[in-house]
C-alpha cells in the first residue's frame, strides 16, 4: 500500500531524508519512530503529496505521489502533527465542510459525518464548538476528519503527542477499531512504548536515514539475539544460581543484578520452562519466572545513539 522508493529529501545544505527505502503492506499497522528531527514528517509529508522529494519517488494506494497526487489524496488520509487553526465552527460544520471538500454530495454527507463521529466517540459532541472541546477530543476530531473520504491509507503523525494517559488509551482504542476496519496506518511516534502494542511493523529512523524496518518481533530478536528469562531467586541463593545456570549449556548468557537474575536462551529454544526445571532440580529457591516481553524502548536505543539533529 505504500512503497518509498530511494527518497531523498534536501533542504538548502540540510539532508532530513537520505535514500529512503520502505514497503509498507496492506492492513500493516507501521510504526514510524524516532527522535525529533529525524525526519519523520518530512517522509510523511511526501507520502502525502505536500513535500516533493529532492530525489526518489513513492506510491500509495497504487499512485505515484510525484505523477497522480489527486488519486493519492483520494486514497489517503493525512493527519499533520499540529491542529491548526480552528475556525469559529460546530463541530458537524467543520466535518461537513472538509467532506465538502472532498466533493462528498450534500445527501451523504449527514450519514458520513454521523459514521465518522461515531466511530471517534464524538456523536454527543457534534454541535460543540471546535474551540470548547478538549485536546484529545481535538485530536481524534482531526482523525475524523482524515476519515470523512474513507480513505485505505492513514498517515498519522504524531497523533498521540500531548495527550494525557486517558487520551492516549482511547485514542488507542479507536486505532485499534481502524486496523480492524483494514485500513493500512503509517503513524509516527518518538515515544516507543506508544505503539508498542499496537503496530505489528516499525521502522527507526535516526537523522534521515532508516537504521531498521521489519517485523518487531524479528528487530527485538535479533537485537537480542535470543530468548530472556527473568528469575527472582530468594535470598541466599544467588551466587548458585547464577553458576548453575552459567554451566547450563543450554543457557547463552546470565547477568545478574542482586536477587534478579537474566538467562539468555538461543531463539530456538521453544520453551523456555526449563528454567524452573533448572532451578528445580539444584534446590534453588525462587520468587517469579517470567519470560522478558518485547521492550521497544531497549531495542530504540540499542538501534539508535540518541542523537538528534
Ligand atoms: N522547511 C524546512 N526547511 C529546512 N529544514 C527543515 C524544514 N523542515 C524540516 N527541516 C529539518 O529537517 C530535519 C527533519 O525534520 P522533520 O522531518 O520535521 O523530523 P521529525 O518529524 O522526525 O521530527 C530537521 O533537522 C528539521 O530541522
Ligand atoms: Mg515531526
Same mark, same amino acid.
Given at each position: 500500500?505504500?512503497?518509498?522508493?530511494?527518497?531523498?529529501?534536501?533542504?538548502?545544505?540540510?539532508?532530513?531524508?537520505?535514500?529512503?527505502?520502505?514497503?509498507?503492506?496492506?492492513?500493516?499497522?507501521?510504526?514510524?519512530?524516532?527522535?525529533?528531527?529525524?525526519?519523520?514528517?518530512?517522509?510523511?509529508?511526501?507520502?502525502?503529496?505536500?513535500?516533493?522529494?529532492?530525489?526518489?519517488?513513492?506510491?500509495?494506494?497504487?499512485?505515484?505521489?510525484?505523477?497522480?497526487?489527486?488519486? %493519492?489524496?483520494?486514497?489517503?488520509?493525512?493527519?499533520?502533527?499540529?491542529?491548526?487553526?480552528?475556525?469559529?465552527?460546530? %463541530?458537524?460544520?467543520?466535518?461537513?465542510?472538509?467532506?465538502?471538500?472532498?466533493?462528498?454530495?450534500?445527501?451523504?454527507?449527514?450519514?458520513?459525518?454521523?459514521?465518522?463521529?461515531?466511530?471517534?466517540?464524538?456523536?454527543?459532541?457534534?454541535?460543540?464548538?471546535?474551540?470548547?472541546?478538549?485536546?484529545?477530543?481535538?485530536?481524534?476530531?482531526?482523525?475524523?476528519?482524515?476519515?470523512?473520504?474513507?480513505?485505505?491509507?492513514?498517515?498519522?503523525?504524531?497523533?498521540?503527542?500531548?495527550?494525557?494517559?486517558?487520551?492516549?488509551?482511547?485514542?488507542?482504542?479507536?486505532?485499534?477499531?481502524?486496523?480492524?476496519?483494514?485500513?493500512?496506518?503509517?503513524?509516527?511516534?518518538?515515544?516507543?512504548?506508544?505503539?508498542?502494542?499496537?503496530?505489528?511493523?516499525?521502522?527507526?529512523?535516526?537523522?534521515?536515514?532508516?537504521?531498521?524496518?521489519?517485523?518487531?518481533?524479528?528487530?527485538?530478536?535479533?537485537?537480542?539475539?535470543?530468548?530472556?528469562?527473568?528469575?527472582?531467586?530468594?535470598?541466599?541463593?544467588?551466587?548458585?544460581?547464577?553458576?548453575?545456570?552459567?554451566?547450563?549449556?543450554?543457557?547463552?548468557?546470565?547477568?545478574?543484578?542482586?536477587?534478579?537474575?537474566?538467562?539468555?536462551?538461543?531463539?530456538?529454544?521453544?520453551?523456555?520452562?526449563?528454567?524452573?526445571?533448572?532451578?528445580?532440580?539444584?534446590?534453588?529457591?525462587?520468587?517469579?519466572?517470567?519470560?522478558?516481553?518485547?521492550?521497544?524502548?531497549? %531495542?530504540?536505543?540499542?538501534?539508535?545513539?540518541?542523537? %538528534?539533529?
Amino acid at each position: 500500500m505504500i512503497e518509498i522508493h530511494a527518497v531523498t529529501k534536501i533542504y538548502k545544505d540540510l539532508t532530513a531524508v537520505k535514500n529512503l527505502n520502505l514497503k509498507i503492506n496492506k492492513g500493516d499497522i507501521f510504526g514510524f519512530i524516532g527522535p525529533n528531527g529525524a525526519g519523520k514528517t518530512t517522509t510523511i509529508k511526501i507520502l502525502a503529496t505536500l513535500l516533493k522529494p529532492t530525489q526518489g519517488y513513492a506510491m500509495v494506494g497504487g499512485y505515484n505521489v510525484l505523477t497522480q497526487p489527486d488519486d %493519492v489524496k483520494r486514497v489517503m488520509g493525512y493527519m499533520p502533527d499540529n491542529f491548526g487553526v480552528y475556525d469559529d465552527m460546530k %463541530v458537524w460544520e467543520y466535518l461537513d465542510f472538509f467532506a465538502a471538500a472532498y466533493k462528498i454530495e450534500k445527501a451523504k454527507r449527514k450519514q458520513i459525518i454521523d459514521d465518522v463521529l461515531a466511530l471517534t466517540d464524538l456523536s454527543e459532541k457534534k454541535d460543540a464548538m471546535v474551540d470548547a472541546l478538549s485536546r484529545g477530543m481535538k485530536q481524534r476530531l482531526c482523525l475524523a476528519k482524515t476519515l470523512v473520504h474513507d480513505p485505505q491509507v492513514l498517515l498519522l503523525d504524531e497523533p498521540a503527542s500531548g495527550l494525557d494517559p486517558r487520551a492516549r488509551i482511547e485514542l488507542r482504542e479507536l486505532l485499534k477499531e481502524l486496523r480492524n476496519m483494514g485500513k493500512t496506518i503509517l503513524i509516527s511516534s518518538h515515544i516507543l512504548t506508544e505503539l508498542a502494542d499496537f503496530c505489528n511493523t516499525i521502522g527507526i529512523i535516526e537523522r534521515g536515514e532508516l537504521l531498521y524496518s521489519g517485523d518487531i518481533q524479528a528487530i527485538t530478536d535479533k537485537l537480542r539475539g535470543g530468548k530472556v528469562v527473568e528469575v527472582k531467586v530468594k535470598e541466599g541463593f544467588e551466587q548458585k544460581a547464577e553458576e548453575v545456570f552459567m554451566n547450563d549449556k543450554r543457557v547463552q548468557k546470565v547477568e545478574r543484578e542482586g536477587n534478579e537474575i537474566r538467562v539468555y536462551f538461543p531463539l530456538d529454544l521453544e520453551d523456555t520452562s526449563i528454567v524452573t526445571d533448572i532451578m528445580v532440580e539444584n534446590g534453588i529457591k525462587f520468587t517469579s519466572v517470567k519470560e522478558l516481553e518485547i521492550d521497544l524502548e531497549d %531495542v530504540f536505543m540499542q538501534v539508535t545513539k540518541g542523537i %538528534v539533529q
